[in-house]
């Protein structure tokens, strides 16, 4: 059987899997780090676990030569800074496993089980209370000095937007511009509330494509998959599709843009399932 843990700074999703099936799953609210293990430990010691998988809020430690690795770093999440996360599972469970970002594990589950399925590579992106991103390349999560921090690109602003941004450390980065609270912060609404004709959602598919924009110059993936609250809005999808052709302006040629950019496919479970999935994994490498 194999354990994941999907943890996010609202919630712990953790599951057990035998052969590719779910047996059991669970949600934890994440609270202090002791508090919140305590019930992942509850719940997963009812198993005879051969690996696990860990997609983790971040920003994380995954570099294998520093001491930071298998560490929460810079993280708003109280009590969360600078915890031995993957540390504490190892003492737990002497089991190998794989430790990476939540979107990390949601990009390999949509690769495997999801919208990308029979591609090598693709990029997810969730685009909720905040923006990130992770990316599969060749099969293999990518990663280099750090994992990717995507949500945090710089864009070109809207001629029509003054909002400052919300980015507690850029303020009109991509995510200060275009994640859920910005909606609300322009408009006074709730995203899922804003009428559709609102001139606001102009201004999210025009930041949004241009972060499609740069991922697909940059690393030319397969396929690109949307994700998260923000994207549960159809006319959205259609309007980021629309600023991705105008803004590519023809220069590089990618598959038709319905084939492309499309919404996930496994809604809400991209993250654990990539986690379950990145446990039999490290299991096979291992052997």
Request: glycine content about 12%; aromatic content about 10%.
């Amino acid at each position: 059987m194999y354990g994941g843990i999907e943890a996010g700074g609202t919630k712990f999703v953790c599951a057990v899997s035998d052969e590719g099936v779910i047996v059991e799953k669970i949600s934890i609210p994440t609270t202090a780090p002791e508090e919140t293990l305590k019930q992942v430990f509850d719940f997963f010691d009812q198993y005879e676990l051969e690996a696990m998988g860990i997609g983790s809020f971040g920003p994380i430690g995954i570099d294998k030569s520093t001491d930071s690795y298998g560490y929460v770093l810079a993280t708003p999440k109280k009590g969360w800074t600078n915890y031995n996360f993957l540390g504490s599972i190892k003492d737990h469970y002497d089991i190998p496993v794989a430790w990476t970002t939540d979107v990390n594990a949601a990009a390999y589950g949509e690769l495997l089980k999801g919208a990308a399925i029979g591609k090598k590579s693709c990029i997810y992106l969730t685009v909720g209370t905040g923006i990130g991103a992770g990316v599969v390349i060749d099969g293999n999560i990518f990663s280099g000095i750090a994992h990717p921090e995507m949500g945090h690109i710089w864009v070109k602003r809207h001629p029509d937007d003054t909002y400052e941004g919300t980015c507690p450390y850029h303020k009109d980065c991509l995510e200060g511009l275009a994640a859920g609270p910005s909606i609300e912060a322009r408009t006074g609404i709730k995203g899922q509330d804003l009428p559709q004709d609102h001139p606001v959602w102009d201004m999210q598919a025009f930041y949004i494509a241009q972060a499609l924009v740069n991922y697909t110059l940059t690393l030319a993936p397969e396929k690109i998959i949307l994700g998260g609250g923000v994207m549960n809005q159809d006319h959205l999808l259609h309007k980021i599709r629309q600023q991705f052709v105008e803004l590519m302006g023809g220069y590089m040629e990618t598959p038709p843009v319905s084939e492309y950019i499309v919404r996930w496919g496994l809604p809400n479970e991209s993250g654990i399932i990539g986690s379950l999935l990145l446990a039999e994994h490290e299991l096979a490498q291992t052997k």
